[in-house]
C-alpha cells in the first residue's frame, strides 16, 4: 500500500500566524482529503484535494499530483485552529484503503 | 449534514470481555470503515466494508472482527478484549470520495 509522511510533526504559533503543513505520498494517489482533529477527538473533513488548488476562508490546499504532495496553508492562526491535522489519500493501482499520515500536531497559542 | 454516530464516547471493559463497538450512519454510503488511533502512530485501518455482508481486512485486524447486516451499521468486535486493544476507535462512512467520521470511543481495557 501507499505510504504516507506528513511534516512537521509538531508545531507551535503565536496567534495571528501563518503555517504551511506537507504531506507526502509514497506512489499516486488520488481521493486526498485533509481532515482537523479538534481537541474533543472529532475529525472533521477540511479539503477532497486530488489535484489543483482550493480554499475555505483562512485555509487552503494545494495538491501535486505528479509531484507525490500537497500542502494544507493556515492563514492568520486562531486558537481554535489547534488540533492535529491528517492527510489521507487512496491508491492509484486498486487499493482501497484510505490511508493516512501520523499527523501534524498544532498548536496556537494566544 | 452527514451524520455519523458511535454508541459510546468512552467505555471501560475488562480484559477478556467480549466488546461491540457500533456505528450507524443517515447517508446511505457504501463504504464504511473502522480505525484506531494510537499516540504516534496516527489511524490505522482494521476493517473496511463496501456493501452488506462484506468486509475487508486492513492493516491490522487480529483480534478484531467486524458485521454488516444493514447497510447503514457497522460493528466492530473485540473477541476477547486485551489491554494493547486501549485505545481511540474511530468509525467513518464514505461516499466514493469524501470521508466523514463519528465522535470517536474512547475504549480502556483493565
Known amino acids: 500500500g501507499i505510504q504516507v509522511e506528513q511534516s512537521p510533526p509538531d508545531l507551535i504559533l503565536q496567534e495571528g500566524a501563518n503555517s504551511t503543513l506537507r504531506c507526502n505520498f509514497s506512489?499516486?494517489?488520488?481521493?486526498l482529503q485533509w481532515f482537523h482533529q479538534n481537541p474533543w477527538g472529532q475529525l472533521i473533513n477540511l479539503f477532497y484535494?486530488?489535484?489543483g488548488t482550493k480554499q475555505n476562508g483562512r485555509l487552503s490546499a494545494t495538491t501535486v499530483a505528479t509531484e507525490r504532495y500537497s500542502l494544507l496553508y493556515i492563514s492568520s492562526s486562531q486558537t481554535t485552529d489547534s488540533g492535529v491535522y491528517f492527510c489521507a489519500g487512496l491508491s492509484n493501482f486498486g487499493n482501497e484503503k484510505l490511508t493516512f499520515g501520523t499527523g501534524t500536531r498544532l498548536t496556537i497559542i494566544p | 449534514d452527514v451524520k455519523v454516530t458511535q454508541s459510546s464516547r468512552y467505555l471501560v471493559k475488562r480484559t477478556g470481555e467480549k466488546v461491540f463497538l457500533e456505528c450507524v450512519q443517515d447517508m446511505d454510503h457504501e463504504n464504511m470503515f473502522w480505525y484506531r488511533q494510537d499516540p504516534g502512530l496516527g489511524l490505522r485501518l482494521i476493517y473496511f466494508?463496501?456493501?452488506?455482508?462484506?468486509?475487508e481486512k486492513g492493516d491490522i485486524p487480529e483480534g478484531y472482527s467486524v458485521s454488516r447486516e444493514k447497510k447503514e451499521r457497522f460493528s466492530l468486535i473485540l473477541e476477547s478484549a486485551s489491554t494493547n486493544q486501549t485505545s481511540m476507535y474511530l468509525c467513518?462512512?464514505?461516499?466514493?470520495?469524501?470521508?466523514?467520521f463519528g465522535q470517536g470511543t474512547r475504549l480502556t481495557v483493565v
Open positions: 506512489d499516486s494517489v488520488n481521493n
Open positions: 466494508s463496501y456493501d452488506v455482508k462484506m468486509k
Open positions: 467513518a462512512s464514505s461516499s466514493t470520495v469524501i470521508a466523514f
Open positions: 484535494i486530488p489535484s
